[in-house]
């Protein structure tokens, strides 16, 4: 069973940075896609950025194109943050599944299998 852990949320200035970490265990990951999901207060969740199996394989949400950047080493998926807006503040989410493409996730995240329990990031005015 993969369990996923995620960790570095926080609160932060506008125009700041956070790195969210998110660790995996109970299986090797090299054949998941993995991606990082937010779901802001009255909003529903929303797709941020993927990284499939190969180091092209990467996606992002037009809202943080050029200001976040997903990154996996191993057993570790990681968001650095840049440049936060106020709009950036929700719970963010680690998603993992070995049958899904990175691509496949944004659309499909109702069918990812596996989730972490999420890492509040705020940013403030």
């Known amino acids: 069973q993969v369990r996923l852990v995620e960790s570095g949320g926080g609160l932060v200035q506008a125009g700041g940075s956070l790195r969210l970490s998110c660790s995996a265990s109970g299986r090797t990951m090299n054949t998941y896609a993995m991606a990082w999901f937010r779901r802001a207060p009255g909003k529903e969740r929303e797709f941020v950025a993927s990284f499939g199996r190969g180091p092209q394989d990467i996606y992002y949400a037009d809202a943080v194109k050029g200001r976040f950047t997903i990154s996996r080493d191993r057993q570790e998926v990681y968001l650095q943050m840049n440049n936060l807006k106020p709009e950036d503040t929700a719970v963010y989410y680690c998603?993992?599944?070995?049958?899904?493409?990175?691509?496949?996730?944004?659309?499909?995240?109702?069918?990812?299998?596996?989730w972490g329990q999420g890492t509040q990031v705020t940013v403030s005015l």
């Open positions: 998603a993992a599944d070995v049958r899904l493409t990175a691509q496949a996730m944004i659309n499909f995240a109702g069918r990812i299998e596996h």
